[in-house]
């Protein structure tokens, strides 16, 4: 028996809401989140402006699934990268934090300004929530303790954040310590 063929509307309306997810965080990397508006998403997308309020009836909605999208695609690219060589995780985990701020630095900003929105927007704790829980499990790879991984998670939030704003550079040395004192 042949498995049923895909619909091509479901697979065009992921794609679409992939677009629209991507062209959001152009926008807050572009203008910050106070720039994004189901107009200025459809503009960066190349899509009509129905297109977006089909998808995310409100910002609110938009805002929550790019958050969650975001720490989906991070999570997805630390674990390929990590089974694709072998590597160890800490090397990769290291790679990443260092490809996150010198290579797509307007993202991972992008990303943070989603992230810290949740202290004021209610509708985004529970999807900044989920955005630890992959971290904290990636974080498991490097100690059994599960208060050690929360603070490892922590601890990273904190490396890039001060990276961001550029109180700190980005130096492995520094993420190689952190591994160390909690081991």
């Given at each position: ?10 697979v065009r309306g992921r794609l679409r809401r992939t677009e629209l997810l991507t062209a959001t965080l152009a ?11 189901h107009r200025a998403v459809a503009a960066q997308a190349g899509v009509s402006l129905a297109s977006t309020t ?130």
């Amino acid at each position: 028996m042949r498995a049923p063929k895909a619909d091509g509307r479901r697979v065009r309306g992921r794609l679409r809401r992939t677009e629209l997810l991507t062209a959001t965080l152009a926008v807050i990397e572009r203008d910050g989140v106070a720039g994004v508006s189901h107009r200025a998403v459809a503009a960066q997308a190349g899509v009509s402006l129905a297109s977006t309020t089909y998808h995310f009836a409100s910002l609110d909605d938009l805002l929550v699934a790019a958050l969650t999208w975001a720490a989906e695609d991070l999570t997805a690219e630390l674990q390929e990268r990590v089974n694709e060589m072998g590597a160890r995780p800490a090397d990769e985990l290291a790679r990443l934090i260092e490809h996150c701020l010198v290579y797509r630095r307007g993202r991972t900003l992008a990303e943070y300004e989603l992230y810290l929105l949740a202290v004021r927007r209610p509708a985004l704790r529970e999807a900044a929530a989920a955005w630890l829980e992959p971290l904290t499990e990636i974080a498991r790879n490097f100690t059994t303790d599960p208060h050690k991984a929360s603070l490892l998670v922590a601890a990273l939030d904190g490396i890039l954040l001060q990276s961001l704003i550029g109180a700190r550079p980005y130096n492995k040395d520094d993420f190689s310590a952190l591994l160390t004192l909690l081991r």
